[in-house]
């Protein structure tokens, strides 16, 4: 069910325009089966555009783009993904339906085990918790065992405890040899994927594994005593300095890395 | 004299105890988080705070007092919703809202010409928190203040925030967010009505464990731990077990032939409030 060995998925010198706004630009994303890429910024960064595309979703697009046919991809939209007057199990009957799959019960009755919700068939899926309804999405998006598994913001919102259970239910389709995608706009997150690519105001900061893109962060961040310039910021009673000429070394975090990419893309608009 | 003190404070609705017996502190200047996880109890212990509620049982006093009207007039507030107008400019919310409090309207740095429905969520954010701190406010509640913008503006926000407490405020931030959560001097973590633990990131971190296994292929070991209601999480492609001794995990790997290396490691805060929530 999942995508041959050697196929990735994925887009390539991304362009996409909303009318005359730029959306997307020089975005590239390789997809590995098995991996959960975070797709990581802020309000406005890009991030819907940017899964929209990869869920197949048309739109005024340039570059390329390589994703599995419609009937092979799990999509859940930001805030959505569900239906609110059917209950739990209609909303699972709904996707099944839809993709004419058979023999699909004991697959769902897992899922929504897995997502805490096996007690909650009967209740109409809008009267559920926030995260209870990202979980149900994710599980509706997970039944037909997708090969690409898009995810918006699913966590975005979500209490810790709901989080655990979405990405236990993420965690379980890379296992099972899905490609994933999750946006979201939280680093903690973002440290925990395989592959994370930063975007900001539609183009790519930086892309690679939480490991290589702090090793490969240009300059040194450290904590000094005392702002000097804008090239500081807060974390907690610390400041934490960038210095784009520094040897490098030193524990750096992928929010330092965020936010050294974002100060550099400043720095070009001065 | 304490900025917040509350002793012995519950609250219940109906049958349903939303807070129950939370003794906590905080003085001028500082920063104090509280997490937790949905239904721990976060937002009605705000409410109190506010004086927007009562409790049923224990005592609340904001500034060393009763809530009164004027004291509410020295407590700033911005929800996770932002409490703005959306069809007015960000200058006309600051107008409008400095009148209710007396107070001189502050000047909105960016963008101040738009409507608020039309601004990116950053200086949406940015207009909040100049709405509810243009009267000086002694006391500021912040919830989730950060949420949905890119590392830059957080950083960005946070520097307003701890310039507001080095001036001496006492700053309240309500938050389930790592990201947020060690920006504070100090974490209050809820979990069920109850305060659970208390001190810094460092301290409360390192009060639970995780099992933390690697093995290759990750994903068949993963596919063995993935049964139940066990509390299993994945950080590239090292699997994350909660609650369970390593030895048990080990047993249950070994049990399906997988050879695997396990440690135990220290549970991140969002693990840890999972963990004290089960």
Redesign the interface.
Known sequence: MNAPSGVSWGVQDLKVDYGKTKALRRVSLRIQP?V?HAVV?????GKTTLLRVLAGLGLDTGGIIRIPGAGRIGYVPPNGGVFGDLSVAENMEFVADAYRLSGWQPRGAALLG?A?LDRFGDRLAGRL???QRRKLAGSMALLPEPDLLVLDEVT??V??????DL??L???A????AGVVIAT????EA????QVLLL?EGTQLASG??QALKEGMRGTVSDVPSPDGHRA?????RWRQWDPDGAGGGKVTL?DV??VA??ST?GRAR | MKSISVSGVSRRFGSFTAVEGVDFEMGPGEVVGLVGANGAGKTTLIRMILGLLEPSEGRIRVFGQKHTRQQRRRIGYVPQSLGLYRDLTAQENLEFRAEAFGAEPAVVGVASAGLIGDMSLGAQRRAAFAAATQHDPELLVLDEPTSGVSPLSRTRLWDLIRLRAEAGTAVLVSTHYMDEAEQADRLVLMSHGRIVAEGSLGSIIGSEAAVAVDADPWDRAFAVLDTGSRLLTLAGTTIRVLGESLELVGATLAEAGIVANLRTVPATLDETMVMLDS
């Open positions: 098995g959960i910024g802020g309000d406005g960064a897995r805490g918790s926030g995260g975005t919102g209490d810790p405890v709901s989080r655990m990405w236990r993420i965690a379980s890379a296992a099972g040899g706009g939280y680093l903690d440290e925990r994927a395989g900001h594994t939480p910021w807060r974390r907690g009673r929010e965020a936010i974002e100060l400043e």
